[in-house]
Structures are given as C-alpha cells and as structure tokens.
C-alpha cells in the first residue's frame, strides 16, 4: 500500500483520532471561536460552491470553482481547517491540524489526479497543464467553455455536503461547551 492510498482509505479515521486529541488541547476563547467560525465559514462557502458541480469522477468538471483550481473542496477544507485551528486558540492543536491537512491531502490529490488521469487521459492532462492543482489563479474565467454546467443545488445535496457544516457546527458547539468548563 503506497502512502497516497494509505491517506486517501484512513484519512477520515486519522481525523476522528486527530479531532480528539485537539479538543483535549483546545483553549478556547469566545473570540477566537467567533474569529474561527467566521474563517470557517468561508471555507464552508468554497465547498458548498464546489460541490454544486462535482459530478464525483463521471465527468471532468471544469467549470465554476473548477476552472481556477483542480482541488476547491479541499482549498475550501484547508480554509475550514484554519478556522478549526484558529477556534482551538493553541498552537500545538493548531500545528497538528494544518500538519495533518497538508501531509494528509498532499497524497489524496495526487491520487486522485492519478485516478481522473486514468479516467479522462489527454482531456485531463490539458485540464491540468492549464488550471493549479490547489492555489487558485482567479483570473481564468470560472466558465470558460468547460465541462460541467451550472451550480445545482440538487448535486450539492447529492454530494452530502451539508455534512461539513454539521460537522463544523457540532465542533463549534463542543467548543463552546469545553471553554464554558474551563471558565468554572
């Protein structure tokens, strides 16, 4: 098992251990839950858009968010993480957050270009040679001929993207619940 296959099937599990650890670390703030729920949301906003074109490998999207980077649900989940870490107010939950987002999606991007390579061949290699893998270039137009279509609120739903903002509210709440028992 290579490293971007042990990443891509343990990723969610590692991140349940790791989501443990860092609320045991966690000092939080009412400020800085308020600043990380605003940096929060705006990743949420990324992977919301993102996940209204993804088609999940069936066609090559690149149209909307797609059209500026290969990867917008994770910049919109690097985005989340930082407003995770910011809500944390402590460096060592915060370092294990962002470490564990960069080595861990590191691996899960190449993999996945490996597997819409094999899929799409020279459709996908001329995606890739003219659209950054992570670091968006928002000067392309986010239509610009491409595959994919509209946003759907339908694919979004189909997506199960609501999910990451459940999820992301229930850590807010936890850490609302964690800095109300510290403060006793």
Known sequence: MTARDFFSRWRVRLGYFLGVLVLLLALPTPLSILLGAAIGAIGLAIRAYAAGYL????????????????????????ILAIGAAVTMHSWIAAALILVYFVVVYTFVMRREEMELRAKHGAAFDAYAASVPLFFP????????????????????????????????????????????????
């Open 55 to 78: 088609h999940k490998q069936e066609v090559l999207i690149t149209t909307g968010p797609y059209a500026w980077t290969r990867n917008p649900l994770y910049l919109g989940s690097s």
């Open 137 to 184: 270039r928002p000067a392309q137009s986010p239509s610009a001929g491409g595959a994919g279509g509209v946003f759907s609120w339908e694919r979004y739903k189909r997506n199960h993207e609501y999910e990451a903002s459940l999820g992301f509210l229930l850590l807010l709440m936890l850490l609302v619940v964690i800095w109300r028992w510290r403060a006793l």
